[in-house]
């Protein structure tokens, strides 16, 4: 009996001991968690600014044809709000970025199915994919998702220029013109000197 009171005696300390420790354990976790969230949601917050990037402009005429092409303009609107945006936007959008050029693949009008064009497509898609990729971990880098929405950036400037590209004028083409404004010029030249004499 007096073995059963000892025995009893001692879980009544130990008991308490142990709800004690692991309630400190469990409080712990619970702070080490708050952090955690806390961190994340500071580095969601913070903003990006890609702007060292040198925008590409459309010529008139590959601006006319993407204006019949919606999954460019889509994707080109994507890509210009992550310019100014937050880690966050850029999660939230990357998803969508890697879904619409995937649809810029399989869209690419007739006057674009170049050879360099599908290329440059198949780069912002490889790219956008690893965004996608980088903003899944848990543990995300905000300096590699913002290197990686600049180097989307910069794909999309490339296909820009392969876009402005198809429209350049061949040497010939270039070498009739210029004759042609020679031409024009020796005209209005001989016109004066007609009208002057």
Known sequence: MEN????????????????????????????ALESFQEKKAIQLKENVQIADIKN?????????SVSQWPEFLTFENEIADLQY???????????????????????????FR??????????????ASVLVQETSKTNFDNKLITKEAKELMIAFQNLKTQL???????LEEFEEEIEKRIQQQDSIQQLKKDTIS
């Open 4 to 31: 059963l009171k000892s025995l009893f005696f001692k879980l009544m300390l130990i008991i308490p001991l142990l709800l004690w420790t692991s309630c400190d354990e469990d409080e712990k976790q619970q702070k």
């Open 56 to 64: 590409v402009s459309l010529s008139a005429e590959a601006r006319d």
């Open 85 to 111: 945006s937050s880690i966050q936007e850029i999660v939230n959008s990357s998803n969508n970025l890697k879904e619409t050029s995937a649809g810029l693949i399989s869209t690419i009008p007739p006057i």
């Open 114 to 127: 170049e050879v360099p064009i599908r290329a440059r497509i198949n780069v912002m898609y490889t790219k």
């Open 164 to 170: 402005n590209e198809v429209f350049l004028k061949t």
